[in-house]
Protein backbone atom coordinates (compact mmCIF):
# COMPACT_ATOMS: atom_id res chain seq x y z
CA UNK A 1 0.00 0.00 0.00
CA UNK A 2 2.89 2.59 0.43
CA UNK A 3 4.72 1.92 -2.66
CA UNK A 4 1.03 2.44 -4.18
CA UNK A 5 0.31 5.57 -2.22
CA UNK A 6 4.40 6.35 -3.14
CA UNK A 7 3.61 6.20 -6.41
CA UNK A 8 0.33 7.66 -6.47
CA UNK A 9 2.04 11.05 -4.96
CA UNK A 10 4.89 10.85 -7.22
CA UNK A 11 2.57 10.92 -10.07
CA UNK A 12 0.22 13.37 -9.49
CA UNK A 13 2.78 15.94 -8.35
CA UNK A 14 4.60 15.16 -11.33
CA UNK A 15 7.95 14.32 -9.42
CA UNK A 16 9.05 11.02 -11.71
CA UNK A 17 7.17 11.93 -15.37
CA UNK A 18 7.03 8.86 -17.17
CA UNK A 19 9.63 7.56 -19.65
CA UNK A 20 8.80 7.73 -23.42
CA UNK A 21 9.70 4.26 -24.87
CA UNK A 22 7.60 3.85 -27.89
CA UNK A 23 8.81 5.19 -30.71
CA UNK A 24 5.79 6.56 -31.70
CA UNK A 25 2.34 6.77 -30.40
CA UNK A 26 0.95 4.37 -32.96
CA UNK A 27 -0.03 0.61 -33.78
CA UNK A 28 3.48 0.48 -35.52
CA UNK A 29 4.80 1.91 -32.62
CA UNK A 30 3.34 -1.13 -30.44
CA UNK A 31 4.17 -3.69 -32.51
CA UNK A 32 8.10 -2.47 -32.98
CA UNK A 33 8.19 -2.32 -28.74
CA UNK A 34 6.41 -6.07 -28.56
CA UNK A 35 9.10 -7.45 -31.22
CA UNK A 36 11.78 -6.74 -28.14
CA UNK A 37 10.32 -9.26 -26.04
CA UNK A 38 8.00 -8.15 -23.17
CA UNK A 39 5.41 -8.73 -20.25
CA UNK A 40 1.98 -7.91 -21.58
CA UNK A 41 -1.08 -8.02 -19.30
CA UNK A 42 -4.42 -7.78 -21.55
CA UNK A 43 -7.45 -6.73 -19.84
CA UNK A 44 -10.74 -7.20 -21.69
CA UNK A 45 -14.14 -6.95 -21.82
CA UNK A 46 -17.09 -7.79 -23.50
CA UNK A 47 -16.61 -5.80 -26.85
CA UNK A 48 -14.03 -8.93 -27.41
CA UNK A 49 -16.90 -11.45 -27.29
CA UNK A 50 -19.81 -9.19 -29.91
CA UNK A 51 -18.40 -10.81 -32.96
CA UNK A 52 -19.04 -14.14 -31.14
CA UNK A 53 -22.77 -13.47 -31.10
CA UNK A 54 -22.76 -12.15 -27.35
CA UNK A 55 -24.46 -8.86 -27.22
CA UNK A 56 -21.99 -6.67 -24.94
CA UNK A 57 -23.69 -4.34 -21.99
CA UNK A 58 -23.76 -0.21 -22.72
CA UNK A 59 -23.67 -0.16 -26.46
CA UNK A 60 -26.55 2.19 -27.67
CA UNK A 61 -29.79 -0.41 -28.33
CA UNK A 62 -27.54 -3.52 -28.71
CA UNK A 63 -26.18 -3.51 -25.51
CA UNK A 64 -27.67 -5.97 -22.66
CA UNK A 65 -28.72 -3.44 -20.20
CA UNK A 66 -30.90 -1.31 -22.94
CA UNK A 67 -32.42 -4.58 -23.31
CA UNK A 68 -33.61 -6.03 -19.95
CA UNK A 69 -37.37 -3.98 -18.94
CA UNK A 70 -39.24 -7.10 -19.68
CA UNK A 71 -37.53 -8.66 -16.51
CA UNK A 72 -38.96 -5.69 -14.67
CA UNK A 73 -35.43 -5.32 -12.80
CA UNK A 74 -35.05 -2.41 -9.89
CA UNK A 75 -31.91 -1.27 -12.45
CA UNK A 76 -30.36 -3.36 -15.11
CA UNK A 77 -27.36 -4.59 -13.18
CA UNK A 78 -29.62 -6.16 -10.50
CA UNK A 79 -30.13 -9.39 -12.51
CA UNK A 80 -26.33 -9.96 -11.74
CA UNK A 81 -26.56 -9.37 -7.82
CA UNK A 82 -26.36 -12.38 -5.61
CA UNK A 83 -28.98 -10.74 -3.49
CA UNK A 84 -31.42 -9.89 -5.87
CA UNK A 85 -30.97 -13.41 -7.34
CA UNK A 86 -31.41 -15.02 -4.00
CA UNK A 87 -35.30 -13.40 -4.27
CA UNK A 88 -35.23 -13.47 -7.65
CA UNK A 89 -33.42 -16.30 -9.63
CA UNK A 90 -35.91 -15.67 -12.57
CA UNK A 91 -34.90 -13.52 -14.82
CA UNK A 92 -31.10 -14.68 -14.25
CA UNK A 93 -31.72 -17.73 -15.69
CA UNK A 94 -34.42 -16.32 -18.29
CA UNK A 95 -31.85 -14.11 -19.53
CA UNK A 96 -29.17 -16.89 -19.06
CA UNK A 97 -31.70 -19.50 -21.49
CA UNK A 98 -31.59 -16.03 -23.77
CA UNK A 99 -28.55 -15.53 -24.30
CA UNK A 100 -26.70 -19.02 -23.99
CA UNK A 101 -24.58 -19.19 -26.94
CA UNK A 102 -25.35 -22.33 -29.46
CA UNK A 103 -21.87 -22.10 -30.21
CA UNK A 104 -18.80 -21.48 -27.95
CA UNK A 105 -16.63 -19.96 -31.16
CA UNK A 106 -14.03 -17.75 -29.50
CA UNK A 107 -12.65 -14.59 -31.92
CA UNK A 108 -9.69 -13.85 -33.43
CA UNK A 109 -8.89 -10.85 -30.43
CA UNK A 110 -9.03 -14.81 -28.03
CA UNK A 111 -6.48 -16.31 -30.37
CA UNK A 112 -4.41 -12.96 -30.52
CA UNK A 113 -4.20 -13.39 -26.90
CA UNK A 114 -3.61 -17.50 -27.39
CA UNK A 115 -0.12 -16.42 -29.31
CA UNK A 116 0.81 -14.70 -27.04
CA UNK A 117 0.66 -16.77 -24.87
CA UNK A 118 2.26 -18.79 -27.00
CA UNK A 119 4.94 -16.86 -27.52
CA UNK A 120 5.56 -16.62 -23.80
CA UNK A 121 4.26 -12.73 -24.11
CA UNK A 122 1.25 -12.95 -21.43
CA UNK A 123 1.48 -12.51 -18.27
CA UNK A 124 -2.24 -12.71 -17.70
CA UNK A 125 -5.01 -11.97 -18.94
CA UNK A 126 -7.24 -10.06 -16.83
CA UNK A 127 -11.45 -10.58 -18.13
CA UNK A 128 -14.64 -9.09 -16.81
CA UNK A 129 -16.53 -11.50 -19.22
CA UNK A 130 -18.41 -14.44 -18.07
CA UNK A 131 -18.81 -16.46 -21.20
CA UNK A 132 -15.54 -18.62 -21.29
CA UNK A 133 -14.48 -17.43 -24.03
CA UNK A 134 -10.93 -16.91 -23.16
CA UNK A 135 -10.71 -20.58 -21.79
CA UNK A 136 -11.85 -22.00 -25.11
CA UNK A 137 -9.23 -20.50 -27.05
CA UNK A 138 -6.81 -21.93 -24.64
CA UNK A 139 -5.94 -19.47 -21.64
CA UNK A 140 -6.18 -21.37 -18.89
CA UNK A 141 -5.40 -21.86 -14.95
CA UNK A 142 -2.64 -19.36 -14.17
CA UNK A 143 -3.04 -17.73 -17.41
CA UNK A 144 -6.53 -15.85 -16.89
CA UNK A 145 -8.10 -13.44 -13.87
CA UNK A 146 -11.89 -13.76 -14.94
CA UNK A 147 -12.37 -10.96 -12.83
CA UNK A 148 -16.23 -11.14 -12.84
CA UNK A 149 -16.39 -14.86 -12.25
CA UNK A 150 -17.64 -17.37 -14.94
CA UNK A 151 -20.48 -20.08 -16.62
CA UNK A 152 -17.97 -22.47 -16.01
CA UNK A 153 -18.41 -23.09 -12.73
CA UNK A 154 -21.74 -23.16 -10.44
CA UNK A 155 -21.75 -23.58 -6.86
CA UNK A 156 -25.15 -23.88 -4.94
CA UNK A 157 -25.50 -20.73 -2.61
CA UNK A 158 -25.92 -22.30 0.70
CA UNK A 159 -22.96 -20.76 2.71
CA UNK A 160 -22.77 -23.82 4.29
CA UNK A 161 -23.20 -26.28 1.33
CA UNK A 162 -21.59 -24.72 -1.86
CA UNK A 163 -21.58 -27.48 -3.78
CA UNK A 164 -20.09 -27.36 -6.83
CA UNK A 165 -21.70 -27.84 -10.36
CA UNK A 166 -20.86 -28.35 -13.98
CA UNK A 167 -21.57 -26.20 -16.81
CA UNK A 168 -23.02 -29.00 -18.66
CA UNK A 169 -25.26 -29.59 -15.63
CA UNK A 170 -26.04 -25.88 -15.48
CA UNK A 171 -26.50 -25.65 -19.22
CA UNK A 172 -29.07 -28.42 -19.07
CA UNK A 173 -30.90 -26.93 -16.04
CA UNK A 174 -30.77 -23.84 -17.93
CA UNK A 175 -32.89 -25.52 -21.16
CA UNK A 176 -35.35 -27.29 -18.91
CA UNK A 177 -36.74 -24.32 -17.56
CA UNK A 178 -36.35 -25.17 -14.12
CA UNK A 179 -34.99 -22.92 -11.49
CA UNK A 180 -31.80 -25.10 -10.66
CA UNK A 181 -31.68 -26.30 -6.92
CA UNK A 182 -28.86 -27.78 -5.07
CA UNK A 183 -29.62 -31.50 -4.94
CA UNK A 184 -27.85 -31.69 -1.42
CA UNK A 185 -29.61 -29.33 0.06
CA UNK A 186 -32.54 -27.19 -2.30
CA UNK A 187 -30.87 -23.89 -1.70
CA UNK A 188 -30.45 -22.12 -5.44
CA UNK A 189 -27.61 -23.05 -7.74
CA UNK A 190 -25.96 -20.41 -9.70
CA UNK A 191 -22.71 -19.92 -12.14
CA UNK A 192 -20.26 -18.07 -10.00
CA UNK A 193 -20.97 -14.59 -11.45
CA UNK A 194 -19.91 -11.20 -8.95
CA UNK A 195 -19.84 -13.39 -5.72
CA UNK A 196 -17.41 -14.16 -3.30
CA UNK A 197 -16.99 -17.78 -3.88
CA UNK A 198 -14.02 -19.51 -3.66
CA UNK A 199 -12.75 -21.34 -7.12
CA UNK A 200 -9.58 -23.81 -6.34
CA UNK A 201 -8.89 -21.98 -2.55
CA UNK A 202 -8.88 -18.46 -4.32
CA UNK A 203 -12.14 -16.63 -3.43
CA UNK A 204 -11.72 -14.50 -7.41
CA UNK A 205 -11.95 -10.72 -5.84
CA UNK A 206 -9.03 -11.95 -3.48
CA UNK A 207 -6.90 -13.23 -6.43
CA UNK A 208 -7.63 -9.97 -8.86
CA UNK A 209 -6.58 -7.96 -5.30
CA UNK A 210 -3.23 -10.03 -5.07
CA UNK A 211 -2.35 -9.99 -8.63
CA UNK A 212 -3.05 -6.82 -9.42
CA UNK A 213 -1.90 -5.02 -6.33
CA UNK A 214 1.38 -3.12 -6.58
CA UNK A 215 3.34 -5.79 -4.59
CA UNK A 216 6.95 -6.52 -6.03
CA UNK A 217 4.89 -10.53 -6.77
CA UNK A 218 2.36 -9.21 -8.73
CA UNK A 219 1.70 -8.47 -11.88
CA UNK A 220 0.66 -4.78 -13.03
CA UNK A 221 4.82 -3.49 -11.47
CA UNK A 222 6.63 -5.64 -13.87
CA UNK A 223 4.36 -5.02 -17.26
CA UNK A 224 5.67 -3.84 -20.16
CA UNK A 225 2.73 -3.08 -22.31
CA UNK A 226 -1.07 -3.02 -21.04
CA UNK A 227 -3.14 -3.74 -23.82
CA UNK A 228 -7.15 -3.16 -23.23
CA UNK A 229 -9.51 -4.40 -25.40
CA UNK A 230 -13.20 -4.70 -26.12
CA UNK A 231 -14.40 -2.59 -22.39
CA UNK A 232 -15.90 0.24 -21.99
CA UNK A 233 -13.63 0.77 -18.40
CA UNK A 234 -17.02 1.94 -16.36
CA UNK A 235 -17.29 -0.83 -13.93
CA UNK A 236 -14.54 -0.43 -10.47
CA UNK A 237 -12.51 -1.60 -9.26
CA UNK A 238 -11.59 -3.46 -12.70
CA UNK A 239 -11.30 -0.65 -14.73
CA UNK A 240 -8.96 1.76 -11.99
CA UNK A 241 -6.47 -1.44 -12.84
CA UNK A 242 -5.08 0.79 -16.11
CA UNK A 243 -3.52 2.71 -13.41
CA UNK A 244 -1.42 0.13 -12.04
CA UNK A 245 1.24 -0.15 -14.21
CA UNK A 246 4.42 1.96 -14.00
CA UNK A 247 3.97 5.46 -15.42
CA UNK A 248 6.62 4.42 -18.29
CA UNK A 249 4.26 1.70 -19.02
CA UNK A 250 2.17 2.21 -22.43
CA UNK A 251 -1.24 1.07 -22.88
CA UNK A 252 -2.92 0.03 -26.06
CA UNK A 253 -6.66 0.43 -26.32
CA UNK A 254 -8.01 -1.76 -28.67
CA UNK A 255 -11.61 -0.79 -28.94
CA UNK A 256 -14.32 0.95 -31.09
CA UNK A 257 -14.69 4.38 -29.09
CA UNK A 258 -12.11 5.76 -26.59
CA UNK A 259 -12.18 4.86 -22.92
CA UNK A 260 -10.50 5.31 -19.90
CA UNK A 261 -10.13 8.78 -19.89
CA UNK A 262 -12.73 10.28 -17.66
CA UNK A 263 -10.93 12.43 -14.83
CA UNK A 264 -14.27 12.77 -12.76
CA UNK A 265 -15.99 10.08 -10.94
CA UNK A 266 -13.65 7.42 -11.66
CA UNK A 267 -11.92 6.74 -8.39
CA UNK A 268 -8.18 6.20 -8.72
CA UNK A 269 -8.70 7.84 -12.72
CA UNK A 270 -8.95 11.66 -11.00
CA UNK A 271 -5.31 10.42 -9.30
CA UNK A 272 -3.72 10.70 -13.12
CA UNK A 273 -4.20 7.04 -13.97
CA UNK A 274 -6.81 8.18 -16.82
CA UNK A 275 -5.81 7.46 -20.24
CA UNK A 276 -4.13 10.14 -22.52
CA UNK A 277 -4.74 9.92 -25.92
CA UNK A 278 -5.12 13.03 -27.60
CA UNK A 279 -2.96 16.16 -25.33
CA UNK A 280 -0.03 17.65 -25.41
CA UNK A 281 1.18 15.59 -22.52
CA UNK A 282 0.74 12.33 -23.92
CA UNK A 283 3.46 9.99 -24.10
CA UNK A 284 2.20 6.51 -23.56
CA UNK A 285 -1.28 5.58 -24.59
CA UNK A 286 -2.55 4.48 -27.41
CA UNK A 287 -5.73 4.49 -29.06
CA UNK A 288 -6.44 2.26 -32.07
CA UNK A 289 -10.37 2.48 -32.91
CA UNK A 290 -11.73 -0.44 -34.63
CA UNK A 291 -13.32 -3.48 -33.94
CA UNK A 292 -11.04 -6.17 -31.72
CA UNK A 293 -10.89 -8.37 -34.32
CA UNK A 294 -9.58 -6.15 -36.80
CA UNK A 295 -7.13 -4.41 -34.61
CA UNK A 296 -5.59 -7.86 -33.33
CA UNK A 297 -5.00 -8.72 -37.25
CA UNK A 298 -4.04 -5.42 -37.75
CA UNK A 299 -1.13 -5.71 -34.96
CA UNK A 300 -0.49 -9.60 -35.98
CA UNK A 301 0.14 -8.19 -39.63
CA UNK A 302 2.54 -5.76 -37.89
CA UNK A 303 4.36 -8.23 -36.18
CA UNK A 304 4.48 -10.62 -39.04
CA UNK A 305 1.83 -12.87 -37.57
CA UNK A 306 -0.61 -12.89 -39.18
CA UNK A 307 -1.07 -16.08 -41.91
CA UNK A 308 0.08 -17.72 -38.30
CA UNK A 309 -2.74 -16.63 -36.90
CA UNK A 310 -5.33 -16.69 -39.45
CA UNK A 311 -4.07 -20.33 -39.55
CA UNK A 312 -4.80 -20.78 -35.83
CA UNK A 313 -8.59 -19.51 -35.88
CA UNK A 314 -9.15 -21.72 -39.00
CA UNK A 315 -7.64 -24.99 -37.34
CA UNK A 316 -9.28 -24.02 -33.45
CA UNK A 317 -12.85 -23.41 -35.40
CA UNK A 318 -13.05 -26.40 -37.54
CA UNK A 319 -12.29 -28.44 -34.39
CA UNK A 320 -14.91 -26.65 -32.26
CA UNK A 321 -17.11 -27.47 -35.63
CA UNK A 322 -16.31 -31.26 -35.51
CA UNK A 323 -16.69 -31.62 -31.59
CA UNK A 324 -19.99 -30.02 -31.73
CA UNK A 325 -21.03 -32.03 -34.46
CA UNK A 326 -20.33 -35.20 -32.53
CA UNK A 327 -22.16 -34.30 -29.72
CA UNK A 328 -25.44 -32.87 -31.75
CA UNK A 329 -25.04 -36.95 -33.14
CA UNK A 330 -25.26 -37.98 -29.71
CA UNK A 331 -27.79 -36.25 -28.56
CA UNK A 332 -29.98 -36.96 -31.78
CA UNK A 333 -29.07 -41.24 -31.07
CA UNK A 334 -29.89 -40.39 -27.47
CA UNK A 335 -33.17 -38.74 -28.50
CA UNK A 336 -34.15 -41.50 -30.85
CA UNK A 337 -32.95 -44.40 -28.03
CA UNK A 338 -35.35 -43.20 -25.83
CA UNK A 339 -37.69 -42.63 -28.36
CA UNK A 340 -37.89 -45.68 -29.46
CA UNK A 341 -37.45 -47.87 -26.08
CA UNK A 342 -40.78 -45.55 -25.26
CA UNK A 343 -42.40 -47.20 -28.39
CA UNK A 344 -41.34 -50.18 -27.12
CA UNK A 345 -42.70 -50.10 -23.98
CA UNK A 346 -45.79 -49.33 -24.96
CA UNK A 347 -46.07 -52.04 -27.91
CA UNK A 348 -44.55 -54.62 -25.32
CA UNK A 349 -40.80 -56.17 -27.07
CA UNK A 350 -38.37 -56.26 -24.62
CA UNK A 351 -36.02 -58.39 -26.44
CA UNK A 352 -35.55 -56.39 -29.37
CA UNK A 353 -35.10 -53.02 -26.91
CA UNK A 354 -32.43 -54.31 -25.16
CA UNK A 355 -30.73 -55.22 -28.84
CA UNK A 356 -31.45 -51.83 -30.32
CA UNK A 357 -29.38 -50.14 -27.26
CA UNK A 358 -26.63 -52.17 -27.05
CA UNK A 359 -25.69 -51.90 -30.59
CA UNK A 360 -26.47 -48.08 -30.72
CA UNK A 361 -24.28 -47.87 -27.00
CA UNK A 362 -21.56 -48.81 -29.01
CA UNK A 363 -22.12 -45.68 -31.90
CA UNK A 364 -22.84 -43.41 -29.03
CA UNK A 365 -19.75 -43.64 -27.17
CA UNK A 366 -16.79 -44.05 -29.58
CA UNK A 367 -13.78 -44.57 -27.71
P1 LIG B 1 -19.47 -2.53 -21.92
O1 LIG B 1 -20.70 -2.92 -22.68
O2 LIG B 1 -19.62 -1.53 -20.85
O3 LIG B 1 -18.39 -1.95 -22.96
C1 LIG B 1 -18.07 -2.61 -24.13
C2 LIG B 1 -17.11 -1.76 -24.94
O4 LIG B 1 -16.68 -2.49 -26.07
C3 LIG B 1 -17.72 -0.46 -25.46
O5 LIG B 1 -16.78 0.59 -25.32
C4 LIG B 1 -18.01 -0.78 -26.93
O6 LIG B 1 -17.90 0.37 -27.75
C5 LIG B 1 -16.89 -1.72 -27.25
N1 LIG B 1 -17.19 -2.70 -28.30
C6 LIG B 1 -18.33 -3.40 -28.55
N2 LIG B 1 -18.17 -4.26 -29.57
C7 LIG B 1 -16.89 -4.12 -29.99
C8 LIG B 1 -16.09 -4.74 -30.99
N3 LIG B 1 -16.58 -5.70 -31.78
N4 LIG B 1 -14.82 -4.35 -31.11
C9 LIG B 1 -14.30 -3.36 -30.32
N5 LIG B 1 -15.00 -2.75 -29.36
C10 LIG B 1 -16.27 -3.12 -29.18
O7 LIG B 1 -18.80 -3.88 -21.41
P2 LIG B 1 -17.70 -4.06 -20.27
O8 LIG B 1 -16.75 -2.91 -20.24
O9 LIG B 1 -17.14 -5.41 -20.42
O10 LIG B 1 -20.39 -7.02 -15.13
O11 LIG B 1 -18.61 -4.03 -18.97
C11 LIG B 1 -18.02 -4.23 -17.70
C12 LIG B 1 -18.94 -4.96 -16.75
O12 LIG B 1 -20.19 -4.29 -16.70
C13 LIG B 1 -19.29 -6.35 -17.17
O13 LIG B 1 -18.32 -7.30 -16.78
C14 LIG B 1 -20.60 -6.61 -16.47
C15 LIG B 1 -21.24 -5.24 -16.51
O14 LIG B 1 -21.94 -4.91 -15.34
C16 LIG B 1 -20.85 -8.19 -14.61
O15 LIG B 1 -20.77 -8.27 -13.48
C17 LIG B 1 -21.38 -9.33 -15.40
ZN1 LIG C 1 -26.47 -27.07 -1.41
Redesign the pocket.
Known amino acids: EMDFLRSLFSRTLGLSPGEKVLDELTLDGVARYILSGKNIICMV???IS??AGIP????PGT?LYANLQKYNLPYP?AI?QIDYFKKHPEPFFALARELYPGQFKPTVCHYFMRMLKDKGLLTRCYS???DTLERVAGLEGEDLIEA?GTFHTSHCVSFLCRKEYSMDWMQTKIFSEDIPKCDSCGSLVKPV??DKIFILGWSIPLRLKFLSSQSTFSDFPRCDLLIIM??????QPFASLVSRVSNSCPRLLI???K?GQSEFGMGLFSFGGAMDFDSDKAYRDVAHLS??DDGCMALAELLGWKEELEQMVKREHALIDSKDAKKKDKEAMTRQNNQSEHEEGLHGSPNRSTEFNSTSQSQVCPS
Open positions: GAGTSDFRSGEFQNIHINGTSLQVNMETTC
